[in-house]
């Protein structure tokens, strides 16, 4: 079945480490995404990739990266320079690259990371 | 910059009962799309319903049905014959259609808990 793997589901991270994120599609999207949800909130956009090699910042940006070197990964790395990381991290892909349509953003099973 | 409210943090349906949610968005422009959303304490997120802004008719998904009042801008989920697996955090999400990015805002959720 196609889908959206995110791993892992739990991570830990220690003061001033960077720790990455893994976010894989099989669904042939072209776009794809990462949120940040705090508790009793909605998500909030921190990167966005809509072809390969081309990603952009959302609104929260600072403190993480990204790369997208295949369509099918986007992984998402928390850096030190993220002073408040703990939190629910969920990824999502589309399908279109084109305005005009309605097709919705498909997600993950998120990984809540946590600082030790 | 486009913003999605929900003013209900919190609502309760009794089983097999109607309950409506309600969403509130601001924006200047007049072709876009809007989503809901469904978070189980699985914490995935789920598409339950969309709506073009273009089309008058509103959406249904056999127990969901929206309320769309473009004027009002106004987006609100109707689920009828509630079910105890319809417990979950509800997102109003915005798209616009004006480019291809098709980035999501959302709102802060609604949880709703449905009483046996």
């Known amino acids: 079945d196609g889908g959206i793997t995110q791993s892992p589901k739990y991570l830990f991270r220690k003061e001033g480490q960077n720790v990455t994120l893994s976010c894989e599609q099989n669904?042939?999207?072209?776009?794809m995404y990462w949120y940040r949800q705090d508790p009793g909130q909605g998500l909030r956009l921190i990167y966005y990739?809509?072809?390969?090699?081309?990603?952009q910042k959302g609104d929260i940006a600072e403190g993480y990266s990204v790369s997208r070197e295949k369509k099918e990964s986007f992984p998402l790395t928390v850096t030190s320079a993220q002073k408040n990381p703990t939190a629910f991290y969920l990824c999502?892909?589309?399908?279109?690259?084109?305005?005009?349509?309605?097709?919705?953003?498909?997600f993950g099973d998120g990984t809540r990371l946590s600082i030790l | 910059a486009q913003t999605v409210t929900q003013s209900q943090p919190e609502m309760s349906v009794q089983e097999a009962e109607t309950v409506t949610l309600s969403c509130t968005y601001d924006?200047?422009?007049?072709?876009?799309?809007l989503f809901w959303y469904k978070q189980p304490p699985s914490r995935q997120m789920i598409l339950v319903i969309r709506?073009?802004?273009?089309?008058?008719q509103n959406a249904t998904e056999n127990r969901f049905s929206v309320n769309f009042q473009k004027a009002a801008k106004s987006f609100s989920l109707k689920i009828s014959d509630s079910q105890l697996g319809d417990a979950a955090m509800y997102f109003c999400?915005?798209?616009?259609?004006?480019?291809?990015?098709?980035?999501?805002?959302f709102g802060g959720g609604t949880r709703l808990m449905v009483k046996p």
């Open positions: 999502a892909s589309s399908l279109n690259r084109v305005a005009h349509s309605n097709q919705p953003q498909h």
């Open positions: 990739s809509q072809i390969v090699n081309d990603f």
């Open positions: 669904l042939n999207h072209d776009a």
């Open positions: 924006t200047s422009e007049s072709d876009y799309y």
């Open positions: 709506q073009e802004a273009y089309k008058q």
């Open positions: 999400a915005y798209r616009t259609a004006y480019n291809a990015g098709n980035m999501l805002t």
